[in-house]
């Protein structure tokens, strides 16, 4: 035991120096690859010391003083000892790690000089631990102060690693986050960013910025990293940031990496949706239709509506908002337990003025109020703008005529203001301008002009302008038709069905891949046949409208269906297809290779038999395939097709070698290659796949193996 302690102290002592050496030469240091990896490896290590340095270190604090010539029993002077050598050797990694790019040197510089100092700090403690009894206050200290360092340490290690104050972000995240109202949300702000922040920004903030990108400011995240900005709606996986969210999950550069919480679908379609949409900074939620998954999503998350909203004012003496209530003018609580009320008005006859000087009693309370066709003219907006906590107002078909517009800035809640059907022109609407919260304006069948609203808008950015539209000269643009049929697969007799809501409405459609006209393309009636495999495009028209866009969709023919399927060769675990059984479930997979309903092969070549209880003539196989060049799933390099009536004595029925994407042109989606040949009686069916060996230079995974999948083989 004397020799290995020895030999442990040389060895932490050796270390030491050679540390030292490296600081005092740092700037003329250059890690070669090997040592890289080693560097890598101080993640690995930290922990050892941290536990056994805050051990030792708490013992220390804690013991009491010894009896006379007592000493420490040798197991104490150990533990010290690993410790040193333990956090000397983790720094020693560290350093070596912190050499690589994509740290910010002045963010590592204190959690590098912590990390050091607790190195030699307690090496120095074990060569000098008989001259410090740990009875004495200075060797107390000397613990505290080394725990301190440690910890401090360890918290700028967990910044860089995961994110700033990611050790009080559980207590902190709730903590100066206001409640956003749908109205009021941003996309990214309140939408995208949170999703970053929990999801991406562990590896790509200030502190750690792998691939130079940091996502911290919207700013840094526009400005992009060293393989440029994260998106790009020319490419048909959107960019960077989608392209590694697909990829597999056990592929080294999937985003977020093995081992940290994914993203959600929910939360990859609300990135998808954001992208499409023009990555803008500054749009809101509500510019985003209702059925958007991005849409769905934040109200989902956030919505908050005026009345989920948090109140700072108290609730009415309910005595006097009984009191107010009459047949003609109704107040309502906007929410049940909410201090926030509801005004409206009924009777045009039975209004007056000072039935709005009655509301003054609960002024602070009311958030919205409706006069829509009440005779309320342009000096009642001097008494309505004593209602500071107004965020919804209606005064439709009123009297205003405008001349007092500007009173309404004194309201620094008014978000919804709706002026439909009043004479208010554009000179009384720019008083507007100064509004502090209004966002959403109304002015239907008013005296605007239609180029005078394109002027306001442009004045008035933090403004929506609803406006209507003009229809005198508009001629309306039929939906498109729906395609009632929901299988994509099609067998015996089945027919594909559509329909349209318009009565008169005429679908015309083709197969053949052309665009369907209102001339010469078939019209539908009854159903529409198809005995191949064939795109399906329909278009509906009608007299005195403009024709709809296209709605089309791809069906599959299949005759025959197997009765069993079994893989020859190993798909990948998580890409199994339920044991091969999805190859003749009759379902399409969709683009989701991840959604259970694909199998994938990249190892070796996806090899299928497909069996008959009885013979069938077949003359065309087909294979349903996917192709999603960011997630490394291409075409296969060869297609073989087998066939026969015993498995054992298969012959060659055709082969195929399907064309390879290009960087400019990956044509994503699902493929299908076709393999005819003489109609031949067989009861088996072999397929093979041969999936792509090295994938090309233009790819961001080049020279790496690609993948295969496929979802159904079709027997006609």
């Given amino acids: 035991m004397p020799r290995l302690r020895t030999l442990v102290y040389n060895t932490t002592f050796f270390l030491v120096c050679l540390l030292a050496f490296l600081l005092v030469f740092e700037n003329q240091l250059q890690v070669p690859g090997w040592l890289q990896v080693a560097g890598r490896m101080h993640p690995l290590f930290l922990h050892f010391p941290i536990t056994v340095l805050i051990l030792y270190g708490f013992g220390v604090i804690v013991a009491p003083r010894p009896k006379k010539g007592e000493a420490l029993p040798m197991w104490a002077d150990d533990v010290l000892l690993l410790g040193a050598f333990t956090a000397t050797f983790t720094a020693l990694l560290g350093l070596l790690l912190s050499q690589e790019t994509g740290y910010e040197q002045d963010v590592i510089f204190w959690h590098k000089w912590t990390g050091i100092a607790t190195a030699f700090i307690s090496f120095g403690w074990y060569s000098f631990r008989n001259r410090l009894p740990t009875h004495l206050l200075p060797t107390k200290l000397l613990a505290g102060g080394t725990i301190v360092v440690l910890l401090f340490a360890g918290h700028l290690g967990a910044n860089i690693t995961h994110g700033e104050e990611f050790l009080l972000a559980p207590i902190m995240s709730d903590q100066g986050t206001p409640a956003v109202a749908m109205d009021d949300a941003l996309v990214f702000a309140h939408v995208v960013q949170p999703i970053l922040k929990e999801k991406c920004m562990g590896c790509h903030n200030p502190q750690k910025a792998k691939g130079e990108l940091i996502m911290s400011t919207a700013e840094l995240l526009a400005k992009g990293g060293k393989e440029g900005v994260p998106w790009d ?298 005995k191949d495999n064939a795109r399906l495009k329909a278009r509906a028209y009608k007299p005195g409208w403009y024709g709809s866009d296209v709605v089309q969709r791809f069906f599959y023919r299949n005759t025959f269906r197997p009765d069993s399927v079994l893989l020859l060769t190993t798909p990948a675990p998580q890409y199994n297809g339920t044991h091969g059984k999805v190859l003749a479930d009759g379902v399409k997979g969709g683009g989701d290779f991840k959604n259970g309903k694909w199998t994938g092969f990249m190892d070796e070549p996806l090899t299928a038999l497909l069996s008959f209880k009885r013979p069938v003539t077949a003359q065309k196989i087909s294979l349903s395939m996917l192709q999603n060049v960011g997630a490394s799933i291409f075409p296969p390099v060869k297609l073989e097709v087998w066939g026969g009536m015993e498995s054992d004595k298969l012959k060659l029925l055709g082969t195929q070698k399907p064309p390879m994407p290009s960087e400019k042109e990956p044509n994503n989606g699902e493929k299908l290659f076709e393999v005819s040949f003489q109609p031949t009686p067989i009861r088996f069916i072999k397929v093979v796949a041969v999936p792509i060996a090295r994938l090309p230079s233009w790819h961001p995974q080049k020279g790496l193996k690609g993948w295969v999948f496929m979802d159904e083989v079709l027997v006609n």
């Fill in 233 to 530: 709606t020319t490419q048909a996986d959107l960019g960077l940031l989608l392209r590694r969210a697909h990829l597999p999950l056990d592929d080294k550069k999937h985003m977020p990496p093995r081992g940290k919480v994914q993203l959600s679908e929910d939360e990859i379609q609300v990135l998808e949706s954001w992208i499409r949409g023009g990555s803008s900074f500054t749009a809101k939620v509500v510019e985003f239709p209702a059925d958007d998954p991005l849409f769905r999503f934040a109200s989902e998350r956030l919505g908050v509506s005026e009345a989920e909203e948090t109140y700072e004012f108290a609730a009415a003496d309910a005595s006097k908002v009984r009191e107010l209530n009459t047949n003609y003018r109704v107040i309502t609580p906007l929410a049940a337990g909410s201090p926030a009320l509801s005004v409206s008005f009924f009777s045009e006859a039975a209004f007056k003025s000072s039935d709005l000087t009655d509301l003054t009693l609960i002024k602070d309370q009311i958030v919205e109020l409706d006069a829509s066709k009440m005779p309320v003219k342009d000096e009642d907006l001097k008494l309505i703008a004593q209602f500071t906590n107004l965020r919804k107002l209606l005064l439709n078909f009123t009297d205003i005529t405008g001349g007092t517009l500007g009173e309404l800035n004194k309201l620094p809640h008014l978000r919804q203001l709706s002026l439909t059907g009043t004479p208010v022109n554009v000179a009384q609407l720019r008083t507007l301008k100064n509004a502090p919260a209004l966002n959403s304006l109304y002015v239907w069948n008013t005296d605007v002009k239609p180029e005078e609203f394109i002027q306001l808008r442009k004045e008035l950015k933090g403004i929506t302008f609803e406006s209507g539209y003009r229809s005198d000269t508009v001629v309306l643009k039929l939906n498109p038709p729906q395609i009632v049929t929901k299988d994509q697969i099609l067998s015996g007799d089945t027919v594909i069905q559509l329909k349209h809501q318009i009565a008169g409405t005429v679908i015309r459609y083709t197969l053949d891949d052309t665009e369907p006209d209102s001339l010469t393309s078939p019209i539908y009636k009854n159903g529409v046949p198809i």
